[in-house]
């Protein structure tokens, strides 16, 4: 399996690396500078190619890593070159992307997998396992929250440019907004309050309460509000026989207390790090390339990255208009 | 050196025991000096007759002949719904009211009571006692000073166990007002309140009756989001989510998010754990008593002739919080308040 890579960010690094892991060979790079593609070409013995039209000859799976607003037509793309797409979070920047994304890879009989990466982490996924177990009877109150600091890439930092990321509530809250989907079903409404003015808040953040078609409700919290080199992630889930929690600042393995400066060595985007035999990014590369060679089944659709999406912007259209947003199912 | 003359000591009651924080007043009571713990009425009379025995104190058969005793203050702490006729008897009757929380469960009664206080010229404070939390005071030390800049964005949880097993009318919607909505909300609408120091503009919530569906009829999971006149906004689970199992009752916790930083408070992590044998896991709890302060703030503030740091007012605001998200998960949007 022929494998190439577009975007050489920090997902692109990440899953680049991931892919070593697997008999998958990487046979190229495409960057939007194309010295960064070289760099990561000679790194991994592949070719940098200027663009993905010049890639998609020469590959079986693309690995798009770009930037969000990117997705959809990269998709389009390598569905009429007949390659299959893996492509990072969020699916696409709005609904209508999403939903041709999937039409087109459909029609064109390629595979769509979305990296939900969060799907691929064992406290998140043994917590989900404990409620499909029974563990808590009738999951009744979701909590989950993800912190960490804004990303900081050195140039053009997309991440913070609403029209090509959809900001913090559609970058990184998608993760919690799919999770909470996950455990409890579709959502059916949405209410959100953000803070997204770079002169009142030192990073975007957000509250919001989900309400599922089975009663259950949901609340999340993203924030890019705070200081490097925070990543933080908490949950809860409480149900009619028993409740989960789980905090990463309580489950931290290490601690370690320096003598010495308070040296940032945080880098440009925040990464969750608890120490693992596998990193979940390896993990899901490799749930990835079984999928590809052998159809064994993936805990996430790209339907289920089209419904997270559809949560994330449903959270973003009720913090604008500042009321509760109806998702039809 | 002479002594200075001791003040001769407060008289304080306890009007019904129906609520059972109602036991730690007593304990606060028996033992802060300076109080003389006059004794207990209750309508249940074989409640009230325990009670004054627990506590070595005269049980009195009816409300008014406690109050008949001409206490300096009393602390009401029967059902959330009895609370306003208990009020306006000691307003009547010239005598402080520290009245449990919430303080009513209507506004119409909610503001009788302030009514009839203000009338007495008596004090009306309500027990909130998160007010005299020694972490959540120290936060409040480090906001009045400015040290986290404008307070943006609040995540605040006070969830417990369903509270049944304690009482049967905590799950009585009549009686009780609600279930954990009510139960819960107002202490941190409270906290949010004093610190920010800004009201309640805005309230969304959605409730549900999931966990121990089978055993009460009122809600007892919900999350609230509020905004404030200023634009924060802050969000409250209230659930009733800590199982029968878990170590301890509950909790109250807050994430705030300011310009300068974030600071996370937790009003009850100072706990032993303890393992055992043969019992469950259970935290063991070391932190400074708040109800203790809250009493003593009653005293101190009977004493002075001033009003309380906590007050009638303050209670009313945070039920109104509760009401509120009543009406907004009844309508799927966010209401505004005050409410008419």
Redesign the interface.
């Known amino acids: 399996m022929k494998v190439g890579i577009v975007g050489v960010g920090a997902m692109g690094g990440t899953h680049a690396e991931a892919w070593t892991h697997t008999p998958a060979q990487i046979v190229g790079f495409v960057a939007e500078k194309f010295e960064h593609a070289q760099a990561m070409a000679e790194k991994y013995g592949a070719q940098a190619y200027p663009d993905l039209a010049a890639m998609l000859p020469h590959i079986d799976v693309v690995d798009i890593c770009t930037p969000t607003h990117l997705h959809h037509e990269m998709t389009l793309q390598a569905a009429a070159a007949g390659v299959d797409v893996i492509c990072e979070k969020p699916l696409a920047r709005t609904v209508e992307q999403g939903r041709a994304m999937i039409d087109a890879c459909r029609a064109a009989g390629v595979k769509l997998l979305v990296a939900h990466v969060v799907r691929f982490f064992p406290e998140y996924v043994r917590a989900k396992q404990a409620v499909d177990a029974g563990q808590v009877g ?4 979701i ?1 989950l ?1 993800r ?1 960490v600091f804004r990303p900081r890439k050195a140039e053009d930092n997309w991440f913070l440019d609403f029209e090509r990321s959809g900001g913090m509530i559609l970058d990184l809250m998608i993760h919690d907004f799919d999770y909470a989907r996950w455990v409890a079903g579709d959502v059916t ?1 949405v ?1 959100c ?1 953000h ?1 997204g003015d770079p002169s ?3 990073g975007d ?1 957000a ?1 919001a ?1 989900l ?1 599922h078609a089975n ?5 999340i ?1 993203g ?1 890019w ?3 490097p080199p925070t990543f933080r992630t908490q949950f ?1 889930i ?6 989960l929690v789980h905090n990463s600042d309580a489950s931290a393995p290490i601690a370690a207390y320096w003598h010495k400066g308070d040296d940032d060595t945080a880098g440009e985007v925040p990464v969750p790090a608890s120490p693992l035999l596998e990193s979940p990014y390896v993990t899901q590369i490799k749930a990835f390339y079984h999928h590809l060679t052998t159809g064994a089944p993936l805990p996430v659709t790209a339907e289920d990255a089209l419904a997270a999406l559809e949560i994330a912007l449903a959270a973003i259209q009720s913090a604008e208009s ?3 947003v ?1 998702i039809r199912g | 050196m002479q002594d200075q003359p001791q003040p001769s000591p407060l008289r304080i009651g306890i009007l019904s025991f129906a609520h059972l924080h109602a036991e730690s007043y007593a304990h606060q009571l028996k033992a802060l000096p300076g109080i003389d713990f006059i004794g207990v009425a209750d309508d249940d009379a074989a409640r009230g007759q325990h009670f004054a025995r627990v506590y070595g104190v005269p049980f009195f058969d009816s409300y008014d002949a406690l109050l008949a005793q001409r206490p300096d203050g009393v602390i009401v702490c029967s059902e959330n719904a009895r609370h306003r006729p208990l009020v306006e008897q000691a307003a009547a009757a010239g005598v402080h009211v520290m009245c449990e929380k919430p303080l009513a469960t209507t506004l119409e009664d909610g503001r009788a009571m302030l009514r009839a206080c203000e009338d007495a010229g008596v004090i009306l404070m309500t027990a909130f006692p998160m007010r005299f939390s020694a972490p959540l005071l120290e936060i409040k030390t480090l906001l009045d000073q400015d040290g986290l800049g404008r307070v943006l964005a609040v995540n605040s949880v006070n969830q417990g166990q369903m509270p049944k097993r304690y009482r049967d009318w905590f799950v009585d919607r009549e009686l009780a007002g609600g279930g954990s909505v009510f139960d819960h909300t107002v202490h941190l609408a409270d906290v949010l309140r004093w610190y920010l120091q800004d009201e309640v503009v805005e309230v969304y919530a959605q409730t549900n009756r999931i966990m121990h569906r089978d055993e009460v009829e009122v809600e007892t999971g919900g999350l609230l989001l509020l905004t404030f006149a200023n634009g924060t906004f802050a969000s409250i689970d209230c659930s009733w989510s800590r199982p029968m199992n878990y170590p301890t009752w509950g909790g109250l916790a807050l994430q705030l998010i300011g310009q300068k930083g974030v600071v996370h408070v937790d009003a009850f992590s100072q706990n032993i754990e303890a393992y055992s044998n043969t019992d469950l896991p259970a935290w063991i709890p070391w932190l400074s008593d708040p109800d203790r302060a809250m009493v003593q703030e009653f005293a101190s503030a009977i004493r002075e002739h001033r009003q309380p740091r906590v007050t009638g007012y303050d209670g009313f605001k945070a039920m109104e919080v509760a009401l509120a998200a009543y009406r907004s998960a009844a309508l799927g949007q966010p209401v505004s308040l005050p409410l008419g």
């Open positions: 009738q999951v009744a109150v909590r929250q912190d409404r209410f309050k803070l009142v808040s030192p953040h509250l309460i309400t009663g259950a409700i949901s609340h919290e924030s509000a705070y200081p809860e409480a149900g009619s026989g028993g409740l500042g009321m509760a109806t």
